[in-house]
């Protein structure tokens, strides 16, 4: 919010602005766009600005001493980076500049995942420490420069519009953005049907790291489905980045993913 906030203003104010960030909880200290929410949190839309900051300086040092959580967050937003950049490539869908992915786009949203897996876990043990490792590191480069030069440049999809979608559910305002992103990439490889051994990872990673996997651990108690339907097909909105799925996606597809994510990875 904080650095969303600043790069928003910078741009009213035909400022330069320098992102300086104490935390890694989410990709955008690099990207050129400001996530614009409503008065009562609800996701508005997104700002795309002309340029990235023009410089982000992040002292590993200070986010190791965070608290881990918003690390393990920063990787739940980190997490969806791989996967919507491949559905938008499948789909032809274009980037949030406007433009086609680039192979240096896909190689770096791939790195990005490949960090989290390699090193995720042993950056939390030491997060949990307030200590600062080469994984601590490595994360802090996937969660920020990684995911977030990978993402808007190899375009969002589904996971991210899920996210946006869970927004409306009061339940959720008190989690972090990437432990619904982590959710919604979840739902997004049911949505398409991804293989086994691909939802195996990205859940199992999750629950090591502390990330939310079912609808309980993102705090909704009781499922609604009429609830539930609202998330879907506001997550179905016509300007939304689902639509860069490489197939039709309606609500019900969207309810029916939400439902069987929760059932496997509430198990
Ligand atoms: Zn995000």
């Keep these: 919010k904080t650095l969303d906030t600043a790069k928003a203003l910078a741009y009213y104010s035909n400022l330069p602005v320098i992102i300086v960030p104490t935390i890694a909880s989410t990709d955008a200290p690099c990207s050129a766009l400001s996530v614009l929410y409503t008065d009562d949190g609800i ?129 959720c305002h008190d989690l972090y953005h990437g432990e619904k992103v982590a959710f919604g990439t979840l739902v997004q490889l049911f949505l398409e049907n991804a293989p086994m051994e691909e939802i195996d990872e990205v859940l199992f990673f999750c629950k090591n790291i502390g990330l939310p996997t079912s609808l309980e651990d993102l705090g909704v108690n009781s499922i609604e ?20 799925m490489p197939f039709k996606v309606t609500p019900e597809k969207v309810l029916a993913a939400i439902l069987a994510a929760d059932n496997y990875g509430g198990y």
């Design 225 to 244: 489905r009429e609830k539930l339907l609202e998330v879907a097909k506001l997550a179905c909105a016509p300007e939304e980045t689902i639509h860069n």
């Design 43 to 171: 996701f508005d839309e997104y700002l795309i600005l002309p340029s990235n900051p023009n410089i982000v300086l992040m002292d590993t040092e200070i986010i190791a001493k965070a608290p881990a959580r918003l690390l393990a967050s920063g990787m739940g937003d980190a997490l969806a980076t791989y996967f919507e950049a491949r559905a938008c490539e499948q789909s032809g869908a274009l980037n949030m500049g406007g433009g086609l992915p680039t192979k240096a786009a896909m190689a770096l949203a791939k790195l990005c995942f490949d960090t989290l897996i390699a090193d995720g876990e042993k950056a939390m043990f030491a997060a949990q420490k307030c200590v600062c490792t080469k994984a601590v590191e490595n994360i802090i480069e996937a969660n920020t420069y990684l995911s977030g030069i990978g993402f808007e440049s190899g375009g969002l999809a589904a996971a991210h519009a899920i996210h946006n979608g869970l927004t409306a559910l009061e339940e």
